[in-house]
């Protein structure tokens, strides 16, 4: 068994559904990322479950992974999307997503996405301090326009999580402090450009269990309530995304484990009506993913041995980044024995930190593929081409069909758009 449902072993070959991934690599090269169609749509399942019968709008986050071919996917699904530029807005719209069910976060909004935010009609601005809200009010009274916004309070809550994804605690740069709220509220209640929908938070990332998450709601109902005293009646509460899933032995909670304890408290306080609005972007693509790589060289050395793959920290920077943790298959796996040798995984980049995972034992020869697993999220959109290395292309599999999604890119298109100086 593998830590993700839909990349499993058949005949001692590590497939994606029902395509054996040494046939991908064979007709589309590596390093090569390859996604499978239904671990999106079980993603997905879970959430749509845990939320029946009640008001619940999943706004994927999709700077995890914004391909078309996945927001497409999501978009007939269903879901919203949490979009934190005015380029994701753009993808939303190529890929037929409702803007309606978008809601737009992020601490440095420009002017011209705000407008595009607004020509597109936005379910909602999630506002990140008060230069944002004055500037919001005064570009929608430009253009006509009421806009739609909620304030992402900062609860201070620790999300026990890695500090680079922590961001609900007071020293972090997102949101307002909580206790400032009621006063940006009331600043926002003499707007007559804006309308007040909602509310938001977002704590953090890859975060397993759900007490801080019950932390920050408590937090909330109480501004809630402070807020309905001073004559703010809110149509919705968005407690972000940040669940967390499985690299190796985690168990993270469930969006059921969420949900039923969030409609609980909400009940318990009066507050039902409220439609919930979650932004999942981890759980949602994570385990959807692999990276598929070849071995190129081994080098055996006095106490340390390296496998040179043709991945690298320019197709998944998550390891050296973030110090993150990625189970690694070998997709024709040769049997283990005490003696086998304990490698890192290195890509071809000039940097120490190019590593992509560290102290594995595994049987290995050149030319052997492994698989990265949980390569869903951050992983492609955090890719770049530094050393001039075109990224890696993309499938998505469902069943037995691939899809391209992504062509490798080519190599002239990596530099066509500069410019020499003239001669
Ligand atoms: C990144 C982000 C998300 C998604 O977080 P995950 O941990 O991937 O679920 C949601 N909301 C905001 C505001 C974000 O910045």
Redesign the pocket.
């Known amino acids: 068994m593998t830590v993700a449902p839909h990349f499993q072993f058949h005949h001692r070959t590590l497939h994606a559904e029902q395509v054996p991934l040494t046939e991908l690599a064979e007709q589309f090269g590596t390093p090569l990322y390859v996604y499978s169609r239904h671990a999106l749509r079980d993603a997905w399942e879970s959430y749509r479950i845990a939320g029946q019968g009640r008001k619940l709008l999943v706004c994927y ?1 999709m ?2 992974n914004s391909n078309l071919a996945v927001l497409q996917e999501f978009a007939q699904l269903g879901t919203g999307f ?1 979009i ?1 530029s005015g380029g994701e807005l753009a993808r939303v719209l190529a890929a037929g997503g409702d803007p309606s069910k978008v809601v737009f ?1 992020g601490v440095g909004k420009q002017v011209w996405e705000i407008e595009a935010a607004l020509q597109a009609g936005v379910k909602c601005f ?1 506002v990140e301090s008060e230069g944002e809200l004055e500037r919001i009010a005064e570009i929608a009274a430009r253009m006509g326009k009421r806009a739609p916004i909620s304030l992402r309070v900062n609860p201070d809550v620790d999300a026990h999580t890695h500090p680079y ?1 922590s ?1 609900g605690l007071k020293d972090n740069k997102f949101g307002v402090p909580i206790e400032h709220a009621p006063a940006i509220y009331a600043r926002a209640q003499q707007l007559e450009s804006l309308l007040i929908t909602g509310v938001d938070c ?1 704590i ?3 975060i397993t269990e759900i007490s801080p998450y019950l932390d920050a709601l408590d937090k909330l109902i109480k501004l809630i309530k402070q807020l309905q005293a001073q004559g703010v009646q809110l149509e919705h509460l968005d407690l ?4 967390g899933i499985r690299y190796t032995d985690e168990t993270p909670a469930t969006p059921s484990d969420l949900l039923s304890h969030v409609f609980v408290a909400l009940d318990e306080h009066q507050l039902g009506h409220l439609e919930i609005v979650l ?5 949602m693509v994570g385990n959807a993913g692999v990276l598929l790589t070849r071995v190129e060289y081994l080098k055996h050395g006095d106490g340390k041995n390296f496998a040179i793959i043709d991945a690298a920290m320019n197709d998944l920077i998550r390891p050296t980044l973030y110090d993150a943790w990625h189970s690694v298959e070998a997709v024709e796996p040769r049997p283990v024995n005490p003696d086998t040798p304990v490698y890192d995984l290195v890509g071809p980049i000039c940097e120490s930190g190019d590593w992509i995972a560290r102290d594995r034992q595994l049987a290995l020869a050149p030319d052997d593929l492994l698989a990265i697993m949980s390569a869903g ?1 951050y992983a492609f959109t955090m890719s770049s081409q530094y050393n001039t290395r075109p990224r890696a292309a993309e499938v998505m599999v469902d069943g037995s069909t691939v899809h391209l999604i992504r062509p490798r890119e080519e190599l002239a298109s990596l530099f066509a758009s500069e410019r020499l100086l003239p001669k």
């Open positions: 986050g700077k995890a949490d934190v976060s999630n994804i961001t977002h953090g990332s890859q972000g995304g940040g669940l932004e999942p972007g981890r759980s999220a």
